[in-house]
């Protein structure tokens, strides 16, 4: 997931950080870091001597971490803020004037009422019989007492567990000043359906419009201080069936508001709410590491922003001394207000009003700053409660509900326009005539029937679709259909393949095509009987007629020049100059691709892969090899000349694994000896592409390209690059040229790549700058793969590298692909994203498409839909199979459709929606300045949520935020895509890692980009050793983590172990086999294999994680307080990052004063 380390906090309570000294940071995934210089401040302590004191520009709130024209955002809740003002503006207020509604500036000295009544939540909770009053204006209140009005003394009664019955629910909550509500989505006469808005679409085009005052984080101040909001009441709906057509629940609706300073809010149960989640068992939360660093403070350890994959790093000297910041840029706003200034308990889990001591094991609260930024004044009000973060709605909590709900029955695919479960949940599919959600997936199961509603929700409408997805074993692969030399049956008029949706009419004797009604002939030799019903009475005999899915056996029409494919080959290219040798490199792959190639994939029932092989090692120049079975010894040809390249032998080179294995055996033993003293540092590129490309044609197939490159081509040759990486253009307009490739030679070699059905798979070594944009270019445009391992070493490495090599190597992979997209009359495809070449507006071209690999399409509409008919997809790959086989497969969907908003937010999958925006993004990087993408999706969130809060909400205060039950989870997924390092990179970040990123993001599923961007946390001492259940996932955030416990995070490309402080000796031992926390090495990247319960279960969790992606995640290990514990920070999501991204609570917040712009 998205990429966020928490900010830095100086030390944490004003006293030195153990554990930071001699540590370098290493530059992850680029070059070593040169040392920071030392700052001469200390710790912050108070305000020092000397440094002006200024006072805010007028208008800036510095509790708002964005500029806000007016007042902070009004935020109407039961648990309420107040601004807090620097110097003359932070006096107690006592009373005064409510705030105007329209967010005028509050004079000094008079508290922020809101005009609304407390926390009206509108969303579907009984109105409490309890009538809620609210204090007089006039009434005195003194910071440290609360109002004493009946309603409120219920609200400091210690919860219990959570209610079960809505009465209880409604009891309980009624202390918490919830106002009644009408439930859920209106009636369509209530809707005001106006006409569609008038903001300008921000799907299809980067317009820096959107938000005009949004500013990226980076350039802020600190962000707003802990908004408290209300409870969304959004788990009422659990009892219900979450497939049920009707409302699956009632929107989310948070509460914010400001109010008087002295006011004490009441606390949020922990019992009710989007994200009743309770803190495992026995956890002892600690407190949130708070402040920012400021102008001068002193920054204990790396202030490293690190990539979403990480590298290892550098071998480095140790440094003495912590490495110390300067002062951060991007932090020079008004200092942040501390949520624990002296004499307040922090405040847990939202219960106000406890004194809680300090926690064991943890220093004492940091003392604050002591009046910075003003004069010293009389006694300040007691600071803004944070906002609990139980309370705003919750991805594990989601994620939880759906497996409880879902996960147990079988979904079943019969049913059109179905929302399926989560890619979360394990579910098994049973294919009744849509395709499997493991093929497609969509952003809204049911679509607006016309243009002008689509605008105006501004959701996109898209599929990811996976074409060859592997399926679990208890699925059945698709059915292989054999017409004979007639080939499938298609409509006459716009090729549609024959599916589950065609009618046949006259008795059987035609057919009328559901995608553009043309009435075809059925061939006589498929011509069948229809029974009482209109249906063929051999349906459920033809996958055809009765799947979603299944595949044809191609003709030789559908071959190029009309003649059948002959099977793939595969070529690996290893380049040999003085890096690879040296790592050690060589001698690692070739000693792999021994015994690997008895593992080249095969048709289902063959005894051997018809794979053929072929080597080549290269530096400045190129050697290829003839191992023909008839040889005694293998042959070397030395191609020179490599600004013509051509193949210098035919027979030989490409050869059956069997028949010639003690040949290429032999030079496989060869090659690192050959090379072995070898000082040439200089490679070539481009004329290895070539080289490949040429074998491939002058054996007449198709096939893929295994290139394991090292550095920068440099060497005098086609396609030669320059190094022109440069941090200066970040951040500028510029900043768009890093991701877009130095020249256009490679997108023509791609071209000549894709014809000849030449697939390139590219692993990278490199120890600098190599341009990753540039030699990226060529993998991604013939539905290849990259891999990249920055600094490699292989101790570290070689677990990684060579689990990918053989995944890669024997996964599934269609060749020679061509994709077509066909809808029904209203709408079409109009946009593709992914790794593959288009040659025309319609036609996806892949020179080979693996069981990883997605392809997103989006659609426009071009006429109007009818609610009766629904909307029809159906996706038909042509691909020449591992054995030479010319197949068609097929994926149909049908889709609802809808002219009430209502129904069309009903039925979204947020999941797919973050993945086609952060493809969209991260497109856009390539042609638009970094910010105006980040604005442009910031606007589009912020339009969609406006459109529901506007037409499909019950009317209630402007101060509540109010999310759709479907889409809750939006902010905090789309504020993870704005933190990502593609978006937002820290400044340890290398322009290669960001392209890589990049790349990678453009063709992954859905599955793999949730967990990218909110990686999966698991408590591992909450493990039970004898069972094979997971205990429940934590959230990403640093105030989760407990110092006696040990986690596991996994982002699809690194698992880390985090291991506490305090964890028990007794853990320790079963699972690193030492004896205390301080001997775990940091550089352990896998578990000793011990024989005890805990550390057995350990390795078979981390197994089953590997085994559910498609890449190996490099474990690392991260002791509390060490070198790597920053880097494990950027993954918490949820808080705020170093390198200014802001936390979820700061978002939330952020979105709903966009929201309440649009709607005013």
């Known amino acids: 997931m998205s990429v966020n380390q928490p900010t830095h906090t100086g030390p944490p309570y004003g006293q030195p950080q153990p554990g930071y000294g001699g540590y370098l940071p290493p530059g992850y995934g680029g070059q070593p870091i040169p040392t920071v210089p030392t700052s001469q401040y200390g710790a912050y ?97 003194m910071p440290g007492t609360t109002p004493t009005s009946a309603t409120q003394s219920a609200t400091f009664q210690s919860y219990g567990p959570p209610p079960t019955s809505t009465q209880q629910l409604t009891n309980h909550m009624a202390g918490m000043h919830i106002g009644g509500a009408s439930t859920s989505v209106p009636s369509p006469g209530v809707l005001g359906y106006g006409p569609p808005t008038s903001v300008p679409p921000a799907s299809g085009s980067f317009t820096s419009s959107g938000s005009g005052q949004y500013v990226p984080y980076s350039s802020q101040g600190p962000p707003p201080p802990a908004v408290p909001h209300g409870l969304p009441p ?127 094991n943890y220093g004492p609260a940091y003392p604050g700053p002591a009046n910075y930024g003003s004069q010293p004044g009389p006694p300040q009000p007691p600071p803004p409660k944070r906002l609990d973060p139980d309370s705003i709605p919750s991805p594990i909590q989601v994620i939880e509900d ?40 969509c952003t809204s199961y049911n679509i607006p029937c016309t243009s002008d509603m689509a605008k105006q929700s501004q959701v996109p409408l898209a599929a990811v ?50 995608f553009c009604s043309c009435v075809t002939e059925v061939p006589s030799q498929y011509f069948q009987h229809l029974d009482h019903t209109g249906r063929r009475v051999d349906y459920y005999d033809r996958p055809e007629l009765s799947l979603g899915s299944y595949e044809f056996l191609a003709t030789v029409d559908y071959c190029k020049n009309n003649k059948y494919p002959n099977p793939p080959a595969y070529i690996f290219m290893i380049d040999v100059s003085y890096n690879a040798i040296r790592s050690g490199l060589v001698r690692l792959i070739c000693e792999e691709l021994k015994t690997l190639l008895d593992y080249l994939p095969r048709e289902g029932n063959m005894e051997e892969s018809a794979i053929r092989v072929g080597f080549v090692t290269y530096n400045k120049v190129l050697h290829f090899y003839n191992v023909k079975s008839s040889l005694g010894q293998p042959q070397m040809m030395v191609v020179s000349d490599v600004a013509d390249m051509f193949v210098p032998l035919l027979d030989g080179f ?106 390139v798979d590219l692993f990278l070594f490199p120890n600098q700058y190599l341009d990753v944009a540039t030699l990226g270019v060529v ?50 495809a109009t946009d593709f994203f992914g790794a593959f070449y288009m040659s025309n507006t319609t036609d996806v071209e892949l020179a080979g498409l693996d069981c990883d690999k997605t392809i997103t399409v989006e659609f426009k509409h071009d006429d109007k839909l009818s609610e009766e008919s629904g909307a029809l997809l159906q996706c038909a790959i042509l691909y020449t199979s591992c054995a030479g ?84 989870l939006l902010p905090v997924y789309l504020n993870c895509v704005l933190k990502s390092d593609v978006l937002q990179p820290g400044a340890e970040v290398t322009t290669d890692d960001r392209s890589y990123i990049r790349q990678l993001i453009t063709s992954m599923d859905v599955a793999d980009t949730n967990v990218f961007f909110y990686p999966r946390l698991l408590p591992l001492t909450k493990i039970d050793p004898n069972s094979d259940s997971l205990p429940p996932a934590i959230r990403n955030s640093e105030e989760r983590l407990s110092k006696g416990d040990i986690y596991l ?8 172990l985090w291991v506490g402080a305090n964890v028990q000796q007794g853990l320790i031992q079963n699972l690193f086999g030492v004896a205390s926390f301080g001997q775990i090495s940091s550089n352990m990247c896998v578990l000793p294999v011990l024989d005890n319960p805990f550390s057995k279960r350990v390795r078979s969790v981390i197994d089953m994680f590997q085994s559910q992606r498609s890449r190996y995640m490099k474990l690392m290990v991260v002791k509390q307080e060490d070198k790597l514990d920053m880097l494990f920070k950027h993954f918490l999501v949820e808080d705020k990052s170093m390198n200014g991204g802001a936390s979820y609570v700061d978002f939330l917040c952020h979105m709903h004063k966009e929201i309440r712009q649009l709607l005013s």
């Open 45 to 141: 302590n108070g305000p020092m001597t000397g440094y002006p004191q200024t006072a805010p520009p007028q208008g800036y709130f510095p509790s708002m971490g964005f500029p806000s024209k007016g007042s902070p955002v009004s935020l109407d809740s039961d648990a309420s803020f107040t601004p807090n003002f620097i110097g003359s503006l932070r006096a107690p207020t006592t009373s005064g004037a409510p705030a105007s509604a329209s967010g005028t500036l509050v004079p000094p000295g008079q508290p922020a009422y809101s005009q609304f009544g407390q926390g009206d939540v509108r969303n579907g909770i009984p109105a409490s019989t309890a009538s809620l009053q609210r204090p007089p204006a006039s009434q005195q209140f």
């Open 402 to 441: 759906d497996r409880n709900n879902r996960g147990s029955e079988p979904f079943i695919t019969g049913v059109r326009g179905q929302v399926p479960p989560l890619v979360t949940t394990n579910f098994l599919v049973k294919d009744q005539g849509n395709a499997s959600p493991r093929y497609i997936r």
């Open 779 to 828: 993998p991604h445009q013939t539905g290849g793969s990259l891999y990249k391992y920055t600094f490699f070493q292989v101790e570290t490495d070689q677990e990684r590298f060579l689990n990918d090599l053989r995944r890669d190597v024997q996964k599934e992979v269609g060749f020679d692909a061509v994709m077509r997209v066909r809808t029904s009359t209203g709408i079409r």
């Open 885 to 968: 086989q010319r197949r068609l497969r097929i994926h149909n969907l049908s889709l609802n459709c809808c002219t009430q908003l209502a129904d069309l937010y009903r039925n979204c999958e947020t999941d797919t929606l973050i993945n086609f925006l952060a493809k969209f993004a991260y497109r856009g990087v390539l042609n638009n300045p970094v910010k105006t993408v980040r604005d442009t999706l910031i606007n589009q969130c912020a339009q969609i949520l406006a459109c529901y809060r506007k037409n499909c909400a019950s009317p209630s205060s402007a101060g509540q935020l109010i999310l759709p039950e479907c889409m809750k």
């Open 654 to 759: 490409l050869v059956n694994v069997n028949e010639s294995r003690t040949v290429f055996t032999s030079l496989l033993d060869q090659i690192p000896e050959m090379f072995a003293d070898t000082r040439e540092t200089e490679t070539v590129f481009a004329p290895v592409i070539q080289a490949g490309m040429e074998a491939l044609k002058a054996a007449e197939c198709a096939g893929k390209l295994f290139i394991f490159h090292t550095s920068l081509p440099i060497a005098e040759a086609p396609g030669k690059l320059k190094n022109r990486d440069d941090k200066k253009l970040i951040n500028t307009d510029k900043e768009k040229t890093l991701f877009q490739p130095q020249t256009n030679f490679y997108n023509n070699l791609a071209k000549e790549c894709v014809a000849q059905g030449c697939c």
């Open 465 to 514: 679709i996976k074409p060859l997805a592997v399926l679990p074993a208890e699925e059945a692969p698709p059915y292989l259909v054999d017409h004979g030399e007639s080939g499938p049956i298609r409509c006459n008029r716009c090729k549609a393949y024959m599916c589950p949706f065609m009618q046949f009419i006259e008795g059987g004797r035609r057919f009328q095509c559901c």
């Open 234 to 360: 959004t788990t009422l709906s659990q009892g219900l069936p979450m497939a049920q057509p009707a409302i699956s629940g009632p929107p989310s609706a948070l509460n914010l508001s400001h109010q008087a300073p002295g006011f004490a809010p009441p606390p949020s149960s922990s019992g009710v709410g989007a994200s009743n989640y309770p803190p495992a068992a026995g956890v002892s939360r600690p407190p949130p590491m708070q402040g920012t660093s400021l102008p001068g403070q002193a920054a204990t350890g790396p202030l490293t922003s690190q990539p979403n994959h990480v590298t290892s790093p550098p071998p480095q000297p140790a440094m003495t001394g912590p490495p110390l910041g300067p002062p951060m840029a991007g932090l020079q706003g008004p200092p942040p207000s501390h949520p624990s200034q002296p004499g307040y308990a922090l405040q847990q889990n939202g219960s106000f009003g406890q004194n809680r001591g300090t926690q064991p």
């Open 1049 to 1056: 995070l996994e982002n699809g490309l690194n698992i880390f």
